[in-house]
């Protein structure tokens, strides 16, 4: 994890990220602050409101990665009228599906009123998933021999083989790090 959080800020340190999304522009600024505004045509910003301050690791309860995320937190923003709290944003840098060619802002959502969430796609972050990737690629052996003892046990059996599983949206959301593992796994046709 420590590779992955040094490769953000690689990517990051001292810079801003900007996304437009409807009349708002969300400004993300690498452990710094995040930042909602609307900008008129004469460049001015009539509504601009902090979203929240960068908490350092050290100060923050909940651990700085998820899954093979890696995560900021930023809080004491604005004050929000519709229930009384600061406004607060947890950032989520990882490598997105999508795969875009520059560092980018990939969604913004508010999960809970004046609570924040934006996902930041860090191309770079890829390779240290495919590097990882190779690791389990390595287990092939394991695998096959699994493959083996399974087929031999099962081979007097009448009925094929079956699986449940549950829809993956509707239990996790689709782009969470949490299934990275499924996302590796490979089927036989």
């Known amino acids: 994890m420590e590779r992955k959080t040094e490769i953000v800020r690689k990517e990051l340190e001292g810079h801003c990220l900007f996304a437009a999304a409807g009349w708002w522009t969300y400004e ?10 609307h900008q008129e045509a004469d460049g001015s910003r009539p509504s601009d409101w ?16 998820v899954g093979t995320d890696v995560v900021q937190y930023f809080s004491g923003g604005q004050h929000c009228d519709e229930n009384g709290e600061l406004r607060s944003t947890k950032v989520v840098y ?22 924040y969430l934006i996902n930041v796609c860090v191309p770079s972050l890829c390779d240290t998933e495919q590097d990882e990737g190779r690791d389990f690629a390595g287990n ?33 959301s689709e782009d969470s790090s949490e299934l990275d593992w499924a996302r590796r796994m490979q089927f036989a046709d």
């Open 94 to 115: 990882t490598c997105c599906k999508s795969r875009p060619r520059d560092v980018s802002v990939e969604k913004v959502d508010e999960p809970a009123l004046c609570t």
């Open 50 to 65: 902090s979203m929240g301050v960068y908490v350092p690791d050290a100060q923050e309860k909940d651990t700085a990665y």
């Open 140 to 172: 092939e052996q394991i695998i096959e021999s699994c493959k083996t003892k399974f087929d031999a046990s099962h081979e007097d059996a009448q009925m094929p083989s079956t699986f449940a599983t549950l829809r993956w949206s509707t239990v996790i």
């Open 28 to 37: 993300v600024c690498y452990e710094k602050e995040v930042r909602q505004f």
